[in-house]
């Protein structure tokens, strides 16, 4: 069913045009709506999530219609030829398969399997956010051969990952003695990245209370007494 603008006392039946897929506003004339909608869906919230154009207030917008379909249309006719300059604000590893998903008409528009199989989705740096994720599962070993190898991905992840996910997990395993010696380097690369408040409200504690008492191995008391400099200059002021 095409969109219908005349429910305004339930707005919540009827879809955001900003996000919406052409067979969803404008009918059958484009494909029948499902699973290929919300793909199309998905790849317009993507752009907002991922475009590096934050000029504006309200950051990167990938279309704006408010409740018009005329509007929607006119855009719709223009959108195959805007979409190369589009996707220059996204990763370069992403911009093909997202110009697939949205093509206007569903027959031709690439699937979510193909969307999810782009390199953005199977870096390295997202694999280790997803192995992050499932920590818990991971035997010792595991974890320490992943740990030994985290630092330096840990320059390619996004500041809100970072204070998010990355570092309550690796706060959390310092409470186990065998895994602290691979902590370590890892908090000190990770920590002036993130806020100072964090630091001093998660990190700071939990070296505190799980690594400082440590005697061995030999090497944590020793590599905490040299990052110690590095570790005061974090403490908010």
Request: include cysteine.
């Amino acid at each position: 069913t095409a969109w219908d603008g005349g429910r305004p006392d339930e707005p919540w039946l009827m879809p955001d045009l900003d996000y919406a897929a052409p067979e969803v506003v404008l009918g059958s004339e484009y494909g029948t709506g499902g699973p290929a909608s919300d793909v199309f869906a998905l790849a317009a919230l993507a752009y907002e999530v991922l475009a590096t154009d934050r000029s504006t207030s309200g950051g990167a917008r990938f279309a704006q219609h408010g409740a018009s379909t005329l509007t929607y249309g006119q855009w719709l006719r223009n959108l195959p030829g805007s979409l190369p300059s589009l996707a220059q604000a996204l990763p370069a590893e992403i911009r093909s398969v997202w110009t697939q998903i949205l093509a206007p008409q569903v027959a031709a528009r690439a699937s979510l399997v193909a969307f999810v199989a782009s390199p953005a989705f199977t870096s390295t740096a997202v694999k280790a956010v997803r192995y992050v994720d499932h920590i818990l599962e991971k035997s010792n070993s595991s974890k320490a051969s992943f740990f030994k190898g985290l630092a330096g991905m840990i320059n390619t992840l996004p500041i809100r990952i970072l204070e998010l996910r990355v570092c309550p997990v690796l706060v959390r395993e310092l409470r186990e003695p065998l895994m602290v010696p691979f902590l370590l380097p890892n908090l000190a690369v990770l920590a002036p990245k993130i806020s100072k408040t964090l630091v001093y409200a998660t990190v700071l504690p939990g070296l505190s209370k799980h690594a400082l008492p440590l005697a061995t191995p030999p090497a944590v008391p020793l590599v905490l007494l040299q990052q110690l400099s590095m570790w005061l200059d974090l403490v908010p002021d």
